[in-house]
């Protein structure tokens, strides 16, 4: 794999750029979560609850989100995402399981949950971090909880009631796949759902690492 960081035309010269780092889904997998969402979302309009539902094309496992950035800053987070990248090698994700953040008292996100067989994947955003704290990005202090945003809830009115929807598709399991770059995104909100660009692909490149078990 080439481990250099391939870049894409930029859109503009807005001030600030809002950017992330992810690893993206396949296809087959995010027709797996829109088929799941779909029927998330018809059990929950027997419930008084209105989530704010996620395309699934919107859908990434996000490690670094970088915020409103300055154009000029995509060259330095590039290199430092290329350098991180090249220590890795592929990660084989399996997605599965439904939850809620922090908690059902007070729920504000629906995910779907995700591992990495090759237990690389809390190292590798680790070091995203760390390298990116380097070039002037504050780390985020927050745990890392690898997962999938489905949902975001802004009431708890008919709460109960959504849990009930939530918990009868807990047997959620989409195919596990091989992830083997990260993309630098640039974000852009449109009324019709966000406008995700990749600026930047990054090859994991090292070794096949061991696959454990699924548990």
């Known amino acids: 794999m080439n ?13 600030m750029w809002r950017l992330f780092l992810a690893i993206p889904l396949p296809d087959e997998v995010r027709a ?27 859908i990434h496992l996000t490690l670094a989100f970088l915020g409103n950035t300055p154009p000029d800053k995509v060259d330095a987070i590039s ?15 399996e997605i599965k399981r439904l939850g809620v953040f922090p ?14 067989r090759t237990h690389q994947l809390e190292d590798l955003q680790r070091k995203l971090n ?48 091989d992830a ?3 993309v630098l995104f640039r974000s852009q909100l449109d009324p019709a759902g966000a406008i995700h660009t990749p600026l930047g692909r990054f090859d994991f490149s090292a070794p096949p690492a061991s696959i454990h078990p699924s548990e």
């Open 130 to 177: 760390d390298s990116l704290s380097l070039i002037g990005f504050r780390p985020d202090d927050k745990p890392f909880r690898p997962h999938l945003t489905l949902a975001r809830i802004k009431s708890l009115t008919g709460v109960t009631q959504l849990r009930s929807v939530v918990e009868s598709h807990q047997d959620f399991h989409a195919t596990a796949f």
């Open 32 to 58: 797996e979560l829109e088929d799941l969402t779909a029927r998330l979302k018809k059990g929950a309009q027997f419930t008084r609850c209105r989530p704010s539902w996620v395309h699934a094309g919107s």
């Open 180 to 182: 083997g770059r990260l």
């Open 3 to 15: 481990d250099q960081p391939t870049t894409e035309p930029r859109m503009d010269a807005s001030p």
């Open 79 to 93: 290199g430092a995402a290329s350098r991180v990248a090249a220590a890795f090698s592929p990660l084989r994700i």
């Open 103 to 116: 908690d059902w008292h007070h729920p504000r996100v629906l995910w779907a949950g995700l591992r990495d």
